[in-house]
C-alpha cells in the first residue's frame, strides 16, 4: 500500500514534497510509496490564467531552492533562466505569468523525482475517495477516458484548489445580488484572468458614466480595481467611477509597526506577528492590490487615484445599493475562494458530507478535512486555495487575523510541515505498520 496519494498538483499539492525535499526527507518518503494524480498534463497549478502581478515577492518563490540536501533535479532549478528572471524580482512583485512558469519548472523537477519512482499521474482526473473499514483511503481515478483506476494509499492529500465564493447571505439590509438587475455581472476569478480583462476593457469603453461596481473589501477586490484601472479604457473614466462596497475597511501589510505609522496607519497591538514583527503579516493586503488602498486613501507619497472610490456598504441605504448595482456597467463579486472538492464516501458507501462542500473552512487541526459537524478524518489532509487553514499561535501571523492562509511560502514552509508531519504519525502508528 501507498503511503500516501497527493491529488491535484499545484503549488498546494507540491508543498508537502517542496516541505520535504527541502528537510531531505523526500528521498524516503518516496521509498514508503507516494502517488501524485493531476489532471493536468504538468505539474505547477493553474496561476497562469491569471493577468495580474504577484503580491508576493519574488524572493519568497525562490527561497525553497536555497536548502543544502536538495535532490539534484530541484538543485538543477537554481540555473535555469526562470530563476534568474524570477531573481530580478527578488524584492518586488512578479507577474503571475512568470510565477506560473516558475511552478511548472518546479513541477518539472518534482516530476523527473516522482517519475523515477513510478509515482506520477499526469493527465488523470481523480473522480472519487473511498475509505476503507482498515484505515486505507481509495482514490479511484480516470486518464483519458479509460477504465477506472483505484490507487490504495494509508493517507491522501485533497489539493484539487479553490472555486469563488459565492455567500448565502445577503450583501446589507437583506438585499442579495439575486434580488437586482444586474446588467453584467463577472467574478473576480474571471476578472482578473487574462481573458476577463480583455472583456472587462470593452465594458469599460462602454460604460459610459455608468459606474462600476466592486463587491467586498480584501485582495481580490482591491487588486481588480488595480488592474481595472491598468486597461486603456480605464483612461476615459470620470472620478469615483470605480467604486469598491466594503463591509469592513482592509488590513494593510506593513513590515514593521514603525512603516505603519510613517504611512499613518493605525496599528493594533493585535495586528502585529509576534514571531515576525510584521504588520498584518498574514490578512493584510500587499503588492499592487496595497498601492491601490494607498492610492485611494492618500497615503503618503502617493499620487491620489481619484477614479476609485472605497465606500462602506453600510453607509448607503437600501435602494441605494440596489440601484447603484443596478445601473453598474458590470459588477464584479469578489468574496474569495473556498476549497474544489470531490465525493468521499464512507466503508458503506454512504457519501459524506463536508464542511467545504457546505461553504465551510475545509481543514481543521493539522490540516485535516473537516466533515460538515467538524469532525476531522483521521488521514484525509486538505491544502491550498481556500482550504481554510487555521494558523497555530506557534506558527504565527497576527492575533487579529481571522481570515484565510492562501500562500504559496505557507504551503512549501509550515502548512506542508504539518501535513508531512501528520502522515508521518499515521504511518508510524501500529496499524500503519503492520
Ligand atoms: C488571483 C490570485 C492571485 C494569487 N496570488 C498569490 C500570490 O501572489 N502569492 C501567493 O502565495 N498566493 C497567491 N494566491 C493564492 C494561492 O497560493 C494560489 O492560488 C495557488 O496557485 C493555489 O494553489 P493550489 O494548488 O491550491 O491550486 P491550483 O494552482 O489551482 O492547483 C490545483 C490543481 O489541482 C488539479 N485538479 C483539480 N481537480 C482535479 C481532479 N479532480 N483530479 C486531478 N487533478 C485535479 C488542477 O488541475 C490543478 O493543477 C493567489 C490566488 C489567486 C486566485
Request: hydrophobic residues 50%; glycine residues 10%; negative net charge.
Given at each position: 500500500m501507498l503511503s500516501t496519494i497527493i491529488v491535484g498538483g499545484g503549488p498546494g499539492g507540491l508543498g508537502p514534497l517542496v516541505w520535504a525535499a527541502q528537510q531531505g526527507l523526500l528521498p524516503d518518503w518516496l521509498k514508503r510509496g507516494i502517488a501524485v494524480i493531476e489532471r493536468q498534463d504538468h505539474l505547477g497549478g493553474t496561476l497562469g490564467r491569471f493577468g495580474i502581478q504577484s503580491d508576493s515577492l519574488g524572493g519568497s518563490y525562490l527561497e525553497c531552492l536555497q536548502a543544502a540536501g536538495l535532490p539534484q533535479a530541484l538543485q538543477a532549478i537554481r540555473e535555469d533562466p526562470v530563476a534568474a528572471e524570477m531573481a530580478c524580482y527578488a524584492d518586488s512583485f512578479p507577474p503571475l505569468q512568470l510565477v506560473d512558469r516558475f511552478m511548472r519548472r518546479l513541477g518539472t523537477a518534482m516530476a523527473e523525482i516522482l517519475g523515477e519512482h513510478s509515482a506520477l499521474h499526469?493527465?488523470?482526473?481523480?473522480?472519487?475517495?473511498?475509505?476503507?473499514?482498515?484505515?486505507?483511503?481509495?482514490?479511484?481515478?480516470?486518464?483519458?477516458?479509460?477504465?477506472?483506476?483505484?490507487?490504495?494509499?494509508?493517507?491522501?492529500?485533497?489539493?484539487?484548489?479553490?472555486?469563488?465564493?459565492?455567500?448565502?447571505?445577503?450583501?446589507?439590509?437583506?438585499?442579495?445580488?439575486g434580488d437586482c438587475r444586474v446588467q453584467y455581472m463577472m467574478p473576480s476569478d474571471r476578472a482578473l484572468s487574462r481573458a476577463g480583462l480583455e472583456e472587462a476593457n470593452r465594458l469599460l469603453g462602454r460604460a459610459g458614466g455608468r459606474p462600476v461596481v466592486i463587491l467586498g473589501g480584501s485582495h481580490s477586490a482591491y487588486s481588480v480595481a488595480g488592474a481595472l484601472l491598468d486597461l486603456p479604457a480605464a483612461a476615459g473614466l470620470s472620478p469615483r467611477q470605480i467604486l469598491i462596497l466594503q463591509r469592513r475597511e482592509p488590513r494593510i501589510f506593513y513590515p514593521d509597526r514603525a512603516a505603519a505609522l510613517a504611512d499613518r496607519y493605525d496599528v493594533e497591538p493585535g495586528d502585529i506577528c509576534p514571531r515576525t514583527q510584521r504588520v498584518n503579516r498574514m490578512g493584510g493586503l500587499r503588492g499592487y492590490g496595497r498601492e491601490m488602498w494607498r492610492q485611494i486613501t492618500g497615503r503618503p507619497r502617493t499620487t491620489p487615484e481619484p477614479r476609485v472610490a472605497a465606500l462602506p456598504i453600510g453607509g448607503l441605504s437600501r435602494d441605494e445599493l440596489r440601484q447603484l448595482i443596478e445601473a453598474a456597467a458590470v459588477v464584479i463579486p469578489c468574496f474569495g475562494y473556498r476549497s474544489a472538492t470531490l465525493p468521499v464516501f464512507d466503508a458503506n458507501g454512504r457519501r459524506l458530507a463536508f464542511s467545504a462542500d457546505q461553504d465551510g473552512i475545509a481543514v481543521g487541526q493539522d490540516s485535516r478535512l473537516l466533515l460538515a459537524d467538524g469532525t476531522a478524518l483521521g488521514n484525509l489532509f486538505g491544502i491550498g486555495l481556500g482550504s481554510g487553514y487555521r494558523l497555530p499561535a506557534s506558527m504565527g501571523g497576527e492575533p487579529n487575523f481571522d481570515g484565510q492562509a492562501n500562500s504559496l511560502?505557507?504551503?512549501?514552509?509550515?502548512?506542508?510541515?504539518?501535513?508531512?508531519?501528520?502522515?508521518?504519525?499515521?504511518?508510524?502508528a501500529p496499524a500503519a505498520a503492520a
Open positions: 499526469l493527465g488523470t482526473e481523480a473522480r472519487s475517495v473511498r475509505l476503507r473499514d482498515d484505515g486505507a483511503v481509495v482514490v479511484e481515478t480516470v486518464r483519458d477516458g479509460g477504465p477506472a483506476r483505484r490507487l490504495v494509499a494509508h493517507s491522501a492529500v485533497i489539493a484539487l484548489g479553490g472555486r469563488p465564493f459565492w455567500p448565502a447571505d445577503d450583501l446589507a439590509f437583506g438585499l442579495s445580488l511560502w505557507l504551503y512549501q514552509n509550515d502548512i506542508g510541515a504539518v501535513i508531512y508531519r501528520a502522515i508521518h504519525d499515521l504511518l508510524a
